[in-house]
């Protein structure tokens, strides 16, 4: 196999998503240091439109479209993703054919006041930008206010120095990545906050007939949590999983037994459904669809179509 001689790596312009994609263009100019490798910086609609939650304007797929066109047209080799933003339906002519190495995949509580959710008053303002934080905020404190958070890291701490929120919930990893892990006061542990399919990981995006491309990325690829994802995002796809639904996976492997919890709850957090399978990590895809199944016989289906009655009316 011949190597690369350039690369050229598309990512959304924020400075966390161009942090993630430098980090895969020093690993890839590590493993080939005869190549070029370069970005191309993008701006998607999810970067435009901040005015609204994520749920209401198209859910996550408004971070990959425009780094996928131009996978299609040439300007770029490959795409870098928050495993987390990438939906779990990827259709032809894409595929996620590498998955890196996970930072903590943890939620983390961020507050300049207080040292805890618990400590929070009642009444207390917390932002986030993910239903599924949200509901799981209301269901262990209802008597907070939850507000929408939307825009890049830098201008969510902004609005939380401005006193516009008594507290913010963020990924541990991105804040980590952007140097502002002293900003956490509290990392939430999975039995407080159970963590988003795929969050704390990196996915690579190529065309599905890009042979060579998926060669060469190969390495970069981690078997433990390509595993971990496998079975997390098996349990979102089979449920439907987006913005719109507060839905929740997270897989831990040790040695060779993979450990996978999942939740669906409502938006108010006044019903949360759990599930939990265990099982050999070679058996990643289809524990997660069991579990996604053990949901739905606890009555998952009928909140998810509350869910979606909710989304579609006037």
């Known amino acids: 196999m011949s190597l690369p001689q350039r690369l050229v790596i598309a990512t959304r312009a924020s400075r966390l998503a161009i942090w993630q994609a430098e980090h895969v263009r020093d ?43 131009a996978l299609l047209d040439g300007r770029a080799d490959l795409a870098v993703h928050s495993l987390k933003d990438v939906p779990v339906d990827m259709q032809p002519p894409f595929e996620l054919c590498a998955v890196l190495e996970r930072a ?11 040292e805890s959710l618990e400590a929070l008053p009642a009444g ?6 993910s239903l599924r934080r949200e509901a799981q905020i209301r269901a262990a404190r209802p008597d907070l206010t939850v507000k929408p958070l939307r825009g890049n890291l830098d201008t969510r701490l902004d609005k939380l120095d401005r006193g ?27 039995a407080q906050s159970l963590p988003a399919a795929g969050q704390g990981a990196l ?19 981690n078997a433990a949590t390509t595993a971990c994802a496998s079975a997390e995002r098996a349990v979102s796809r089979k449920l439907g999983g987006s913005c719109q639904v507060p839905l929740a996976a997270y897989a831990e492997l040790h040695r060779d037994e993979l450990r996978i919890e999942a939740l669906v709850a409502s938006v108010d957090g006044n019903r949360i459904l759990r599930a939990t399978r265990t ?15 053990d949901l739905l016989d606890k009555g998952a289906g009928a ?3 509350e869910l979606l009655q909710d989304d579609t009316a006037p």
């Open 27 to 69: 690993r890839l100019r590590a493993l080939y240091p005869a190549c070029a490798v370069e970005l191309l910086t993008l701006t998607t609609r999810g970067d435009q439109i901040l005015d609204r939650t994520l749920s209401k304007v198209g859910g996550k797929g408004l971070f990959v479209k425009e780094l996928e066109a």
């Open 104 to 114: 903590d995949p943890r939620d983390a509580f961020v507050s300049n006041r207080h």
């Open 124 to 129: 207390a303002v917390v932002g986030t930008s």
């Open 164 to 190: 516009e929120y008594d507290a913010i919930v963020l990924a541990v990893a991105g804040l980590e990545r952007m140097g502002y892990g002293d900003r956490i006061r509290g990392r939430l542990s999975p």
């Open 203 to 221: 996915g690579i995006e190529i065309r599905d007939d890009r042979d060579e491309m998926r060669a060469w990325l190969a390495p970069l690829s």
């Open 279 to 293: 099982g050999a990590a070679a058996d990643a895809e289809r524990l997660g669809l069991a579990v996604a199944q």
């Open 303 to 305: 909140i998810l179509a």
